[in-house]
């Protein structure tokens, strides 16, 4: 049977503020950790849609 490798991770750069973040998501889906995953994720992603939302209610006020 051959020697089966498994891929090279692939490098990808975030923004610094992001790095521990990913980080922690990185470590939840090696040890399979899915539901935590993706609720680390919605969470992610909720904060950056707050924050959007804030920008353009000032935006909109000025």
Request: proline share 5%; glycine share 4%; net charge neutral.
């Amino acid at each position: 049977m051959a020697d089966q490798k498994s891929l090279p991770s692939e490098m990808i750069r975030v923004p610094t503020a992001l790095i521990p973040v990913v980080r922690e998501l990185s470590k939840l889906h090696r040890e399979g950790h899915t539901i935590a995953l993706l609720q680390g994720l919605e969470e992610l992603l909720s904060g950056f849609d707050s924050k959007t939302l804030c920008r353009l209610q000032h935006l909109q006020s000025t």
